[in-house]
Every structure is written in structure tokens, then in C-alpha cells.
Nanobody
Framework: QVQLAESGGGLVQAGDSLRLSCAAS????????MAWFRQAPGKEREFVAV????????YYAGSLKDRFTISRDNAKNTVYLQMNSLKPEDTAVYYC??????????????????WGQGTQVTVSS
């Protein structure tokens, strides 16, 4: 079992920055992946970014790569999502997720075994 707890969401203005955190506990394997997904009102949940614990390899949704950065602190078992130049369309509930899947379909939410409860990010114009 892996427990995930997100934090750092809130209400910001367009152009601001925000950093989300996801603290992992339980049986976190060094070769597992941690990802961020988001779900806007009325839309399906979508992939944002993923990082592998031991290698630090990262992948991003193409449209977000220039503004979002995923990172991890292995000592703290925490993954971060730094979001810059936020836009109203970034408004969503942001979830972190954990997976031991190592294949190429890292962007599919079905590949993830554990999920956090989500943190709300609201960007006003």
C-alpha cells in the first residue's frame, strides 16, 4: 500500500506561480513512478507530468512542458509540481499518483495504482 497526500493548492491570479507537493508513505519502491494529473470541471482527468524516483527521468504533457516542472526529494519521499505563468485554464483539481509501471503508456491513468485525494488550484483572470 502507498499513501499519497497532496498539498499546496489555492487561489491565485493569472501569471502567478504555485508549487504543489505530494508526500508518499508506505511501500514506495525506488523504481516506481510518481505522476501529476488534473481534472477541470466538466472534463476528463488528464496527464500533466511524471517522474521516476530513482532515475529522475521526467515526461510532460506537451502543452505544459514550458511552464510546469516536476521534481522529487527522495529523502522526504515527496514529489513537487512547480507551476509558473498560471492561466485560468489551469484551474483544476490536481492529483498525484503512484505506479510501478515502467512502460511507455505513463500518461494513462489506468496505469497508476494509488492516488491522492487531490488539491484544488484555482486561477483567476
Amino acid at each position: 500500500q502507498v499513501q499519497l497526500a497532496e498539498s499546496g493548492g489555492g487561489l491565485v491570479q493569472a501569471g502567478d506561480s504555485l508549487r504543489l507537493s505530494c508526500a508518499a508513505s508506505g511501500r514506495v519502491f525506488s523504481n516506481s513512478r510518481m505522476a501529476w494529473f488534473r481534472q477541470a470541471p466538466g472534463k476528463e482527468r488528464e496527464f500533466v507530468a511524471v517522474i521516476t524516483w530513482n532515475t529522475g527521468n521526467t515526461y510532460y504533457a506537451g502543452s505544459l512542458k514550458d511552464r510546469f516542472t516536476i521534481s522529487r526529494d527522495n529523502a522526504k519521499n515527496t514529489v513537487y509540481l512547480q507551476m509558473n505563468s498560471l492561466k485560468p485554464e489551469d484551474t483544476a483539481v490536481y492529483y498525484c499518483a503512484s505506479s510501478t509501471y515502467s512502460g511507455i503508456y505513463y500518461y494513462r491513468e489506468g496505469r497508476y495504482d494509488y492516488w491522492g485525494q487531490g488539491t484544488q488550484v484555482t486561477v483567476s483572470s
